[in-house]
């Protein structure tokens, strides 16, 4: 099961992360999320663990809990919603192969 974290400071690890949700089970994957330009972490990131179980116990648990300052959100991750101001779903593209947008790309 796939878990939301939420509200993480920058100086946050995936060891971290790791760390607090080992103790109410396997951890599989964790995964901070950061920003492709700068590099600079996002503010959130997942949580995989092994069983379901597992996942409900650690999102009661974390919830709330300090992180390096920061009182962490943790809920059930929801799947991805293409956003089409993202470049995601099927919005026709500008004649040109110019894809509009700030950055003239």
């Known amino acids: 099961m796939n878990i939301y974290v939420g509200n993480l400071a920058r100086e946050a690890s995936e060891e971290d992360l790791r760390a607090i949700f080992a103790e109410f089970g396997q951890v599989s994957r964790v995964t901070i999320l950061k920003d492709r330009l700068s590099g600079e972490p ?12 597992e996942a409900k116990a650690a999102i009661e648990g974390a919830n709330g809990r300090q992180l390096k300052g920061q009182s962490l959100r943790v809920n059930e991750a929801r799947p991805r919603e293409d956003n ?4 995601g779903g099927d919005r026709p593209r500008r004649p040109g192969g110019g894809g509009g947008g700030r950055r003239g790309w």
Request: net charge negative.
């Open 84 to 87: 089409p101001d993202r470049g």
């Open 42 to 53: 996002r503010g959130f990131g997942f949580v995989e663990m092994s069983s379901p179980e």
